[in-house]
């Protein structure tokens, strides 16, 4: 069963720093290309960023280019998302879904507030 555990949220003031990490199992995290996508207050899901299996390639939606980082470390089944003059635009519930352009499956979601 593959399970997606998200952590890392919270409140942050505009121009601060989060970083989100997931935790991955049911699967052979190492072969799997992997995505966050973002749910912001009464919007549809967003594709933020994807990573390929090798970590060689990235993906990165135009509204998070230069101030987010997609990373990898396979050797502990973990996806991050480091995070960088953040805006109030960016709020948003934030899940790590597996696979490279899709919304599912995925987990429960961490929330990232950015308000001052």
């Known amino acids: 069963e593959v399970q997606l555990v998200e952590s890392g949220g919270g409140l942050v003031q505009p121009g601060g720093s989060l970083r989100l990490s997931c935790e991955a199992s049911?699967?052979?995290?190492?072969?799997?290309?992997m995505s966050w996508v973002r749910q912001a207050p009464g919007k549809g899901l967003e594709r933020v960023s994807s990573?390929?299996?090798?970590?060689?390639?990235?993906y990165y939606a135009d509204s998070v280019k230069g101030r987010f980082t997609i990373s990898r470390d396979s050797a502990k089944n973990m996806l991050y998302l480091q995070m960088s003059s953040l805006k109030p635009e960016d709020t948003a519930v934030y899940y790590c879904?597996?696979?490279?352009?899709?919304?599912?499956?995925r987990g429960q979601g961490t929330r990232v507030t950015v308000s001052s």
């Open positions: 879904s597996l696979g490279w352009a899709v919304y599912t499956p």
């Open positions: 049911g699967f052979t995290f190492g072969s799997a290309a």
């Open positions: 990573i390929s299996s090798g970590g060689g390639n990235t």
